[in-house]
């Protein structure tokens, strides 16, 4: 008779899951706070830079002019947390559906956030005082940069909500893949760039997808 007492043992059929050491833990416990850490910078930087209006002025702006560095760094410590939660994703996960596709989306996240952090976006809107009233007509390197990098990121993780989902579904937990496909959606019709309101949906988005990952490196934790 086998009498394993091996962690994998009771992992399920479709997937298995390690018990994290101390290492792992770490790069989870990094990935759950990255989400609190960034989100609350930018409401504390949206309510006290002067002449930045939350309904008018993309987030981004915020890396530009007096005191941009906090947000700069704000973009390079979430990136870098992500990054390395994807490495603690992909010790934790051994096998079955999400088990490389998850860890490797969630790594373009955080590199799509440091790049966003190194590469800040050109002054515009009016923010801050002195720019352009509009959008700058010609973009430098940099905001071209920042203007695909952040965008990419989001996509990335929202593809790897889907593939979590589909993880989630196949061991039965009904209420986990939901949770992660509504994230999906509600980040993408979120973080979309069209009609009204688009700087305040897109902070919105923001705090869905990083409840999201801090959500999935709680469950990891709990779980393995």
Do not use: K, Y
């Not at 889907?162 to 209420?175: S, Y």
């Not at 993408?188 to 988005?205: D, I, N, Q």
């Amino acid at each position: 008779m086998d009498t394993s007492t091996s962690p994998r043992s009771t992992a399920p059929e479709t997937g298995a899951t390690a018990r994290p050491d101390t290492l792992t833990r770490n790069l989870l416990t990094g990935g759950i706070i990255a989400g609190p850490v960034f989100v609350v910078t930018v409401a504390v930087q949206a309510l006290t830079r002067e002449g930045f209006d939350l309904t008018r002025h993309p987030l981004s702006l915020l890396a530009v002019g007096e005191g941009g560095w906090v947000q700069t760094a704000n973009f390079l410590l979430a990136g870098v947390l992500s990054l390395g939660f994807a490495v603690g994703v992909g010790r934790t996960l051994r096998s079955g559906a999400a088990h490389i596709a998850g860890p490797w989306l969630l790594a373009v996240f955080g590199l799509g956030l440091v790049i966003g952090g190194l590469f800040s976006a050109d002054p515009g809107m009016g923010f801050p005082a002195g720019a352009p009233a509009g959008i700058p007509e010609t973009l430098t390197v940099h905001g071209m940069i920042h203007a695909i990098a952040p965008p990419l990121a989001f996509l990335a993780l929202i593809a790897a909500c889907i593939v979590f989902a589909r993880r989630f579904a196949r061991e039965g937990r009904r209420g986990a893949a939901a949770w992660s496909v509504a994230a999906a959606i509600g980040c993408l019709v979120l973080t979309a760039p069209v009609g009204p309101g688009t700087s305040v949906r897109l902070f919105l988005g923001i705090a869905l997808a990083f409840a999201w990952l801090s959500w999935l490196g709680v469950r990891l934790l709990r779980r393995a």
